[in-house]
């Protein structure tokens, strides 16, 4: 298995970003310059309001030690260290977060109610998929989604090579046959529907197998015909193994919002000035990470002490396919998110019962610090 990393009331945007500009003026002027995805929850309620950051006089999620400290912020990446996160590792070997005052530690592993802890303040940033911020959002989980480095979703169909008549090429060839998700309501689950809604078809034309993270396992022992996953990371593995594949990817029928990254809406309007820094620095690194990948693995490799040196080849693999998708797109800043991806997103989670209403897509995600990052 390949590791994964997976308007408001109170104030607007120009309000955040002109407090944002002052602070850099005033520091111009007195010194110099020196992170699978969780099941949806139900639909919310038709008469519930957009979320208003709660007033709280501190921010356990970003605190400063001692003056003239550096600002230490916490960001929830995924299960475990993955060369999917080597910008952030890039910045941090690099001492990007370091010039920007920032002391960044970043966490693994499961934790319960991730996204209520960013609208907290608990932690500051957090890996987060459109599919799962948007049920969340609707319910007053004050967060928003502030940077990616996906420029398409990765999220597809995944089918052994001659395992399957016809060929996987097409939603369609998937009639009928037994597909793996990870588990129910999981964004590979809305991958899978997406698809088969392009093709008129739902659920009940296949059958729905839920199979954690064991796709290639599944696979190479025929439990399924075809496993929804990231592409990148299975195809790889599968590769590795001499397996030629056969691929049908979600991005190709519709353009879902991929994984990102999401602040609390408390931290957007009390501190937009650690939200820029933090975009500013990570920014470096995935450019960094796209411009020297043999850098970003051997960043990526610091984190991950008990991969072998056998195993490294592959992960250098997932690497080179996972940067293709972090390319930067024509026509978009680096970082920034397509709202014309959060409108379909919203439209497809409404028409399969995920969300029972819609709202001003504008809500979910904002491209105003990606927008004014450092170069």
Known sequence: MVARPYPYEAMTWKSALAGLICLQLLAACTSPAPQSSPAAQPPASPTQSAPTPLARPTLPGVSATAPQAQTKIQVALGFVPSVQSAPFYMAQDKGYYAAEGLDVELKYGTIQNLLQLVSSGDIAFASASGDSLMPQRQQG??????LTFWTRNPIGALGLAGNNAPPLRTPVDLKGKSVGVSAPN???HFGLKALLRSANMSDSD???VAIGTTEVEALV????DAA???LPNESAQMKSLGLPVETIAVSDYLDLVPSGFVAGDKLISEHPEIVQKFVNATLRGLRDSLANPGDAFESSLKRMPEL???SQPLQRDVLTAT??????VPGRSTGSTDPDAWVKTQDFMQSIGVIDHAVDPKQYYSNMFVDHASP
């Open 141 to 146: 989980v004050a967060v928003t989604y502030v």
């Open 186 to 188: 999981s964004s590979t």
């Open 206 to 208: 296949v059958n729905l």
């Open 221 to 224: 022992q025929k439990r399924i």
């Open 228 to 230: 929804m996953t990231f």
């Open 308 to 310: 072998s040196p056998d």
């Open 323 to 328: 940067l293709e998708y972090y390319r930067p």
